[in-house]
């Protein structure tokens, strides 16, 4: 459900309560379209996040922690210009539009009292904040529209201010229920879409709400005592409006996803659970951080996955052009059979020949070796020898290489994997410093703040008792492996392919088979192979474990390992989550 025009207004009178009397202490902008005020009154400080983002546009408290950018957005230092240490005066809105009003009283550069008001508008993909002058001139706003996007209402710095328009219905808010009915009334359409069409200030969920008891009625055909029936809908949303007592903040869930939020219970989803809230603010910080959570982390998976499987192609194909020139290497062997052929006949030859045919005495066959006209004998020699010494040092270097590109490859195929692990801000801040240790991320700046707040590992518990852990990414891994596990512990690992490190606690007993079995399980699941079937997965002591020197983390050598063939299945690896 989006904010509509009622729970707006409900929104305003509460954040007018608590936020009269506050004054701005900090003001930051952690994306081009959010904003975080720092405020303080009486009861204390705390933040306000003010959201112009299309979907989730919205104004609330929050306690969550934001990562601002070290240079702050030009409307951020136009806010901070005008509102820092001004006082909230008001919280209002446009009766009827999806508007808050925030009235600041302020000092300007002039040494005068001046009143600033920032319009926050709550409108999906139209959202905007707008901060205007006493004078009702436009400051700025976070979105600037010109005419070619808006022929109606431009917001533009030194323009007067006009409100969003508002749809030509009655409101919800001032009108009677005698009104709304009578208006209702006169559509062809079905109940809850006829209430949508002629009353403003409602979303659908709302009118949904209202509709609920009529199915596929038409609101012109309704009787006089479905009419009534109507009215009484109506008024019990009205009751919810006015009266505080009996308001019910609450999101409804569908098993752990929300669904709709609303101050009322919302008797169209009574099968499925809700969860009730003290007031606007925490619902709205609740339903909105966890969606925006989710969407920053999808953004940030698909960029570092992007990054990384650029980073793949080019070392594939650095790959593929050192194999062909280790290709063109194999012709050592001949250089140093024409430098030795040619030292063995100089007198066969003279400066200017073009070439000169000679036997090969490995084969007794006979040869024709091509010779540089200005070099004398003996210098056509050492230049084939010159040359089969080049090749020769090149094969080493590209055989070197070859090597450390078949490492770096794996490597990135196990960032990939560890990137689809990742659940949490933290784990993909670990990721891009292990880039940036390992040399492939440039100007990434990683910044520990205290101790990890989320758990770098998987936990499960096999049948018989045993503790699993699983890494969530290269340096839980190496952690995991090298620290966290005692030399009795059990390691595990998918053979031949990207996966995460899985740690079986013994307690220096002796796991049972099905324990065993599980955990092999847990670690096809945890890899690039989780829907294959007879997957096979090493296993071996923790202690045979070593980290191999001069690696990138989490590689690891293994010795005196077994392997199992195992198909995990999703839901019985869900049963032993702990």
């Not at 659970?273 to 619902?283: D, M, P, V």
Request: with cysteine; charged share 30%.
């Amino acid at each position: 459900m989006a904010l509509d025009a009622v729970t707006i207004h409900l929104l305003a009178q509460e954040l007018d309560e608590q936020l009269s009397g506050s004054r701005v202490e900090k003001i930051s902008m952690p994306s081009r379209d959010e904003a975080v005020f720092v405020v303080r009154n009486y009861s204390g400080k705390r933040q306000l996040l003010l959201s112009a983002r299309s979907g989730s546009s919205r104004v609330h408290f929050t306690r969550e922690e934001f990562d601002f950018p070290a240079t702050p957005p030009a409307f951020c230092m136009l806010l901070r210009k005008h509102l820092i240490n001004a006082r909230i005066m008001k919280v209002d809105t446009i009766v009827g539009d999806r508007v808050l009003l925030i009235h600041f009283d302020s000092i300007n550069e002039m040494g005068d009292k001046t009143t600033l008001t920032l319009s926050v508008e709550m409108m999906g993909r139209y959202s905007n904040l707008v901060l205007v002058g006493g004078d009702g001139i436009v400051l700025d706003a976070i979105k600037r529209i010109d005419e070619t996007q808006s022929e109606k209402r431009q917001l533009l710095p030194g323009i007067a201010f006009t409100a969003p328009p508002i749809p030509e219905k009655i409101s919800f808010l001032t009108e009677s229920t005698e009104r709304i009915l009578d208006s209702v009334s006169t559509s062809p359409r079905i109940v809850s879409d006829a209430v949508l069409q002629k009353v403003s200030g409602l979303s659908p969920l709302l009118c949904r709400e209202i509709g609920l008891h009529f199915e596929d009625r038409r609101a012109d055909t309704l009787s006089d005592d479905e009419a009534a029936l109507l009215g009484r809908e109506i008024e019990r949303i009205k009751e919810y409006i006015a009266d505080p007592s009996i308001r019910s903040w609450n999101i409804v869930y569908d098993d752990v996803k929300m669904v709709e939020f609303s101050f009322l219970p919302l008797r169209q989803y009574r099968a499925l659970n809700s969860s009730k809230f003290e007031n606007c603010s925490e619902l709205l910080e609740k339903y909105y951080s966890e969606r925006d959570r989710e969407l920053r982390l999808k953004n940030r998976s698909q960029d570092l996955s992007k990054q990384v499987r650029m980073l793949l192609d080019r070392s594939i194909r650095k790959q593929e052009s050192r194999k062909e020139e280790l290709a063109n290497t194999e012709r050592a062997d001949q250089k140093r059979l024409y430098g030795e052929l040619l030292t063995a006949n100089l007198n066969r030859f003279n400066r200017g020949d073009p070439g000169v045919t000679v036997l090969n005495y490995y084969t007794g066959e006979e040869i024709r070796i091509p010779l540089d006209v200005t070099k004398t004998p003996n210098g056509n020699a050492q230049h084939y020898f010159k040359e089969y010494r080049k090749l020769r040092t090149a094969a080493d270097v590209l055989k070197r290489l070859l090597q450390e590109g078949e490492e770096e490859q794996e490597y990135l195929r196990q960032i990939s994997y560890d990137i689809t692990q990742a659940r949490t801000e933290e784990d993909f801040l670990e990721i891009r410093r292990d880039l940036k240790e390992a040399g492939f991320l440039r100007g990434f700046k990683y910044k520990q703040k205290g101790k990890r707040k989320s758990d770098p590992y998987f936990h499960y518990v096999t049948s018989g008792g045993y503790e699993v852990l699983v890494g969530k990414n290269n340096a839980a891994n190496e952690k995991l492996s090298l620290s966290v596990a005692s030399g009795k512990d059990l390691w595990f690992h998918i053979k031949n392919a990207p996966g995460s490190h899985v740690i079986l606690r013994t307690e220096n007993s002796t796991p049972d088979d099905q324990s065993m079995t599980e955990a092999c399980e847990i670690a096809a699941y945890h890899s690039t192979l989780s829907n294959g079937q007879l997957v096979a997965v090493d296993y071996t002591e923790a202690r045979r474990v070593k980290k191999i020197p001069g690696a990138k983390t989490g590689m690891v050598t293994y010795a005196d390992q077994k392997t199992a063939y195992v198909t995990p299945e999703e839901s019985k690896i869900e049963s032993l989550k702990k």
